[in-house]
């Protein structure tokens, strides 16, 4: 009997699967150029034991904002060896002892899991860098979700900087401009924060993003292909992830129909199937009250003292009020919802909430 592995061929379509994913890093990121330069001028300070430049980063999803700043970060830590970066994502970390504890096993400093308390996980860090010298420079990633619960971890960071030589250097990333507004005015100044504004691309630059990776991905596509899937990404909210969603289909029927290059055909053929990406991450770190909310808003739209009213109606053990208006600023805050201020009687106010189109 021939045994089954010797019938499976090499592709004759793809050189490299793996670079369609949107977790790969390419050595190149072309059309970023100037924000990498930008950047590395804000956080070199920290690989000389200078005082480095606070960065805030933010545009639209799927438009190269974490890859930038991990593509810089490696450049950085290749460039230095007096500097250690550490990239944190606020969906996973979002608590000071939990971002606090990462930071420290980042650093090789040993923490237990249980049992260890938030200033001793803080006096450990500390002792550390005060030990290396090296400078240290925090990347909070999707960084709303760490302001909306709470801004103390921002007074723990700073914080640090009294005992240390080298300040610590925070880059923050967010979708949302507006994330440091309600922020407490002393944070504020002290982090003295530099914005940086990320903004979509246009079909020319989509497609030569595209086309860098498709170089890679594939043995041969026909011609028309990138500007196909380019333009049909950027109509889809320019997000680079539904174009590279987008050739790794085309790619696999192309494999299936065994043809011999990616061709215009299979592209028309897979569009249909292709869904503007809808962070994944978004709808598994709602809470189970908050998924209430949502459903109760898929009905129809509500005041919001009667929102309040139907969802104790739903569930067993409500919330109070006051934490029911924080669930909907979040929800309103990762735009799941809609809010308008209406007038109501003679001089009050109340708002009317919905669901948002994308949620
Ligand atoms: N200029 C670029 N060159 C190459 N790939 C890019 C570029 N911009 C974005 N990408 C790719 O698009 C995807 C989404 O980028 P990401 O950095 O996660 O976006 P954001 O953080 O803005 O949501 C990633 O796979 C990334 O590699
Ligand atoms: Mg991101």
């Known amino acids: 009997m021939t045994n089954f592995f010797s019938e499976i061929h090499e592709s004759k379509i793809f050189k490299n699967e793996e670079v369609l994913s949107p ?12 924000k990498i330069k930008q950047i590395a001028r804000n956080l070199m300070p920290a690989a000389k034991g200078g005082i480095a430049q606070n960065t805030f980063i933010f545009g639209p999803p799927g438009i190269g904002k974490t890859h930038v700043i991990k593509f810089v970060f490696r450049e950085l830590e290749e460039f230095s060896e007096n500097v250690k970066t ?69 007074y723990d960071l700073l914080r640090i900087n009294q005992y240390v030589k080298n300040p610590v250097c925070l880059v923050f990333i967010s979708n949302f401009k507006d994330v440091f507004v309600n922020l407490d005015a002393r944070i504020k100044s002290s982090l003295r924060i530099e914005e940086i504004e990320f903004k979509p691309y246009s079909v020319q630059e989509m497609k030569d993003i595209l086309e860098e990776r498709v170089k890679n991905a594939f043995h041969s596509v026909e011609e028309g292909v990138t500007i196909l899937v380019a333009n049909f990404a950027v109509q889809k909210g320019s997000d680079v992830r539904v174009g590279l969603e987008c050739l790794l289909k085309a790619g696999r029927l ?45 009905e129809r739209s509500f005041y919001s003292g009667e929102l309040y009213k139907e969802y104790c109606k739903r569930v067993e053990n409500p919330v109070s009020e006051r934490a029911f208006r924080d ?32 949620a």
């Open 254 to 298: 192309a494999e299936v129909e065994n043809s011999d290059m990616v061709k215009v055909f299979h592209v028309k053929k897979v569009l249909p199937e292709i869904k503007p990406v809808k962070p994944k991450i978004l709808e598994e770190n709602i809470s189970e009250n908050e998924r209430t909310i949502l459903e109760i808003l898929k």
């Open 327 to 358: 669930f909907i600023n979040h929800l309103l805050q990762i735009k799941m919802i809609k809010v308008k201020e209406v007038k109501k009687g003679m001089k009050g106010k109340t708002r009317i909430i919905s669901r948002a189109k994308s």
């Open 86 to 154: 550490i990239y944190i994502n606020c969906w996973n970390y979002n608590t000071p002892i939990s971002i606090l504890s990462k930071i420290a096993t980042d650093l090789g400093v040993f923490v237990q899991r249980r049992g260890i308390g938030k200033d001793e996980v803080f006096e450990r860090v500390i002792e550390f860098l005060g030990k290396t010298k090296k400078g240290l420079v925090v990347c909070l990633d999707e960084v709303d979700q760490l302001i909306f619960k709470s801004e103390e971890v921002l």
């Open 23 to 34: 977790d790969y890093l390419p050595d190149f990121l072309p059309h970023r150029e100037d």
